[in-house]
């Protein structure tokens, strides 16, 4: 039996379990019977996508199974997973579905689902979905519509909402003139958004990576792969880049020297900014596992800010930011979250918010980010064949629990992607020859237990 949702969602090769035309038209039915509104006569959910080639299956699934439950669609075309949550308040949706795979290439496609406030669906029930979608019984006793269908309607003006959104998170009367920014749009879904906002602001605007022609989404581009942004910011002598991700959600940076500054720093620089602000509550930031140990006694030592770490995946450190109140999180993949302004990641919004901060400081780009020295840190992804079985997972905790135990000063996270078949390592301390040395020695002992 597989499973259907995983770190962010559902994700998966096109064509695969649970990415089928089957099951997505199941998928889509469940949740429109779990997130309709019982009360209201007639339900809307707006559906959007990036700009994979396989988007063309599940629009179309995706519709069918949201319509034949009573539901009206609103269709938006290729669109920033953040748009569709801003989108979900203003039209006042009861349900949004984001058809993305996010950072991976076209081979992949996947859903993420938004309630009616416009965050991303709680583990709780996608749990429902799944033991409904995999459970005969249970599918067959969702109530049918009979002939009280819904309708299907594309909407045209959902660029001009999300810009002008946007455009209302930095100060009023902001302006951006004699900064050059190369913007990297991974040949997703802020192709067209991200290159018009940055010229109406003032930017003088290089764009590469935005002429998508379903294959080339996220391939050797975008926040995934910065190597061509960071050469045409040299070329071009350019004072930063920006690079997203296939669906809008991440950011990378790149500064004027071509150097990457990642999810940590942007959150460090942030943290700063708001607390210079008195705008950090709680005097908190939300980060993950992955998160840098630099960073975090950047935010302890010299900003007096606590971190609390959460298991990787957005979603999680969204759920931390509900649960306290806080104004800040992220990843140090990229996914940066203003409680303020969006309820889950926006690469679009927070280049904006940097950028204000670099007009503001007058300083070079490098400069504005070269606030902590970074621990060494060494990751390896090992491919598996599939889910790890329960006494392979037991023989790595306990390998790991030994690990920690014979070098305490060192860091280690082992983990499953909840997006691929990988087991995915990293190893962090402050000597970077023992942190090279340890993950090889840990990696080729993980590869004789699963014997890769």
Not at 248 to 261: A, S
Request: hydrophobic letters at 35%.
């Amino acid at each position: 039996m597989f499973k259907i949702f995983g770190t962010d969602g559902v994700r998966c090769k096109v064509n695969e379990e649970p990415m089928t035309p089957d099951t997505c038209l199941k998928i889509a039915k469940t949740a429109g019977h779990l997130l309709s509104n019982k009360d209201a006569k007639k339900n809307r959910v707006i559906i959007s996508k990036d700009t994979r080639l396989s988007s063309y299956i599940f629009e179309p699934l995706m519709t069918s199974g949201l319509v034949s439950m009573g539901m009206d669609v609103i269709l938006t075309g290729p669109l920033p997973t953040p748009a569709l949550s801003m989108l979900i308040i203003s039209l006042r949706a009861d349900m949004g579905v984001m058809i993305t795979a996010s950072h991976n290439t076209y081979e992949y496609n996947g859903l993420k689902f938004f309630d009616s406030t416009g965050n991303k669906i709680s583990k709780e029930l996608e749990n429902q979905i799944e033991n409904i979608v995999l459970n005969e019984d249970n599918y067959n006793k969702i109530p049918t519509k009979g002939l009280k269908t819904g309708t299907a309607t594309r909407f045209d003006d959902t660029v001009g909402r999300y810009s002008e959104y946007l455009k209302l998170s930095i100060e009023r009367n902001q302006n951006f003139k004699n900064i050059k920014v190369v913007l990297d749009c991974a040949n997703g879904a802020t192709y067209q958004i991200a290159p018009t906002i940055f010229w109406e602001l003032g930017c003088n605007v290089i764009s590469i990576n935005n002429k998508p022609n379903g294959k080339n989404i996220n391939d050797k581009c975008g926040a995934v792969n910065v190597e061509q942004l960071s050469k045409k910011v040299l070329d071009s002598k350019s004072d930063i880049g920006f690079a997203f991700d296939g669906d809008g959600d991440r950011l990378i940076i790149v500064d004027e020297k071509g150097h990457t500054i990642d999810g940590d720093r942007i959150l460090a620089l942030l943290s700063k900014e708001l607390i210079n602000n008195n705008t950090l509550n709680k005097k908190t930031v939300v980060s993950t596992v992955m998160s840098n140990l630099g960073f975090e006694n950047y935010l302890k030592n010299i900003l007096d800010v606590k971190l609390i770490r959460t298991a990787v995946g957005d979603i999680n450190v969204i759920e931390e930011m509900k649960k306290n109140s806080l104004s800040l999180g992220g990843e140090q993949s990229g996914h940066i979250i203003f409680g303020k302004y969006s309820k889950t990641g926006d690469g679009i919004l927070t280049s904006l918010k940097i950028l204000e901060i670099l007009k503001k400081s007058k300083i070079k780009t490098s400069k504005l980010f070269n606030i902590y020295d970074s621990y060494p840190q060494e990751k390896i992804n090992i491919p598996l064949n599939g889910k790890l079985k329960n006494d392979l997972i037991d023989k790595i905790n306990n390998l790991s629990f030994d690990c920690k135990k014979k070098k305490p000063h060192l860091r280690y996270v082992i983990r499953e992607s909840g997006t691929e078949f990988l087991l995915r390592i990293l190893v962090e301390g402050k000597n970077e020859e023992e942190v090279k040395k340890e993950i090889n020695n840990l990696s080729n002992n993980i590869k004789a237990i699963i014997n890769v």
